[in-house]
């Protein structure tokens, strides 16, 4: 089958490599049909995580059960599934909790599983990680595309939201104008956010927001947005959700949180080691800090059901559309920031 | 009058200073007679931290009040009172919520208000700020040691508890051995925790953790008492008290935290901007940190029932008493970890 591999920094090579086949009872293989490329994939793209050379890339499969070991209850060979960027069992005291991200049998994709930009990828616990979409929708295009957000950046951006205790009439900011700062928005209107501020750099990014449900934008940069963001909620919302994870934003969404607030943190840390977090910022004024990677398992079917009723729509986040062999310009796109997100369709 | 003075690095000296006075209609000075000495008052004496030469120190005043300006309604000359480590308005929106830190009109203990180990100190927002201990209790010399943390300790400690979300049957770890720690203790236990894992470097603080309800304690360093806490809570506690503040304690505390717990940290942050927080360790476990700097007023009243009505007793983390003059060797014995908490006994 051909898949997109890792070469190295800025080198994503489409190849032939060999189909993962059901190993366990446990497994299932899925023929993927739709897939993306991630905000956070740019991080090894850029060379600055570190990720095996010659591992297959790709975290957000969807696509059609090929294959099931026999021990698997809730998929057969056929069904229209999606799946989280995390393997889980659904078993596990973390996956009960609806911390499918802790799972203590859980895996990532990009090992020998293959990884979602390829034409198959196997799951181990098909029955924990596994979403079936109805058959009624498994071949409506138009549905699958705003499904296929349900495998990360909607489930993380509305992962933001709750961890950062958005409710009935709040006032909230997101931070980020990528994909998941502005599911974070869509996430915010659904959980009933009566005043959404979105800050970012990119005025149509800010457009789409404000599609979105965004009441308010803030297109400034470092203490001046603070400082207008602040100023729009007359000193500083409740509850912040900070959806990049630099530095520079996880400062930014501390400094300009309510005295007492909460951020909801989401995006994966990337610097803030090195620069240190504002930890005494929060420390005088009791913010609190709550989220983490996002377990999207926990949060598909209520999603999935807002979806298929048509009352949630994340599909505008994909501004391009590559096939398997423009997967190399689909990171391309994402790094020149030309796409907010690439959308695969793996043509077999 | 005399108060005690900082004048530079390990240099407090006791000296004559004018007495405040009252000064707007809502001040009331008080003449103190019971104060302490703080951990965090170890900061910079030790030069760890900036203070201005020649300043008032001191910062948890019980005494008599002996003067009111014209608005103050809520208490009268010859009241017994303390109050929190912080000066706050009770009517602005933060005091409102309880987050009396972070109150509008606040200010703090030191400047020309005096510090609490000095004969006497001035507060603006009488009202808001000093509590009235009821008059059967106001001599009572036991009752009114076991009042005094409630100035910062022990609703530090229960700061803590609150934070970490410590209830009915939890298990928890308190990290450190100090006053607050040992407060935090007392806090989880009254807040009905079944287990509480006392982690510190001290066997006598540990036996009187024992004594204030913990059920086990690791009095191991590192990463040993990361393990050890861990095993002895089957992975972790959902529930951490971070009860000192330094870059190592705050990184065990999120280290042995249960996946998807909570740390409630209140100590204040000492070295953890040059060193780093441990931020990717709490996002791929989706740890929360909560807390901050402890809204001690907020819960003066029902800490104070609880003492009065003899089912709270932090007296024993006083274990030595000075006079005023006595208050540099208080300085030097708690920095020297002789004593866990020096009380000062101020004589007129």
């Known amino acids: 089958m051909r898949a997109a591999i890792y070469r190295g920094p800025g080198d994503i090579a489409v190849e032939d490599v060999s189909k993962p086949e059901i190993e366990s009872p446990t497994d299932a293989v899925v023929r993927v049909t739709h897939t993306a490329v991630c905000g956070s994939d740019l991080w090894f793209y850029r060379g600055e995580s570190d990720r095996e050379e010659g591992s297959p890339v790709g975290h957000e499969p969807m696509g059609i059960v090929e294959e099931v070991g026999e021990d698997v209850r809730s998929v057969d060979p056929g069904d229209r599934v999606f799946a989280p960027f ?7 005291e973390f996956c009960r909790k609806g911390l499918h991200t802790s799972c203590v049998n859980g895996d990532s994709w990009g090992g020998d599983n293959g990884g979602a930009q390829g034409e198959f990828v196997r799951t181990t616990e098909a029955d924990g990680t ?10 409506d295009e138009a549905t699958l595309e705003a499904v296929l957000p349900l495998t990360d950046v909607m489930g993380t951006g509305h992962h933001a939201a709750v961890s950062a205790g958005v409710g009935e009439g709040d006032t909230c900011v997101v931070v980020g104008d990528g994909a998941v700062g502005l599911c974070g928005v869509l996430a915010a209107r659904r959980l009933g ?3 959404i501020v979105a800050m970012g750099h990119h005025e149509d990014r800010l457009e789409l927001a404000e599609s979105f449900g965004a009441t308010e934008t803030v297109a400034a940069r470092g203490e001046e947005a603070v400082e207008r963001a602040r100023e729009l909620t007359y000193g500083g919302p409740r509850h912040v959700l900070e959806c ?8 930014a969404a501390i400094d300009l949180c309510r005295p007492g607030g909460t951020v909801g943190y989401v995006g994966v840390p990337h610097g803030v080691d090195e620069a240190g977090l504002d930890v005494f910022s929060m420390f005088q004024e009791n913010v609190t800090l709550r989220g983490g990677v996002a377990p999207v398992r926990a949060y598909a079917e209520e999603l999935l059901a807002d979806v298929l009723q048509g009352t949630l729509d994340p599909s505008p986040v994909f501004t391009k559309t590559v096939d398997l062999d423009g997967v190399p310009e689909g990171y391309r796109a994402m790094d020149e920031r030309e ?3 690439v959308l695969v369709k793996v043509d077999h």
Chains 1, 2 share one sequence.
């Not at 596994?130 to 071949?139: G, I, M, S, T, W």
């Open 244 to 251: 990049v994870g630099a530095s520079s934003s996880m400062d």
């Open 339 to 341: 796409a907010i997100k």
């Open 86 to 92: 995390k393997i889980s069992c659904g078993r596990c």
């Open 130 to 139: 596994l979403v079936r979409v109805p058959d009624r929708y498994a071949d």
């Open 193 to 195: 956010a009566e005043r």
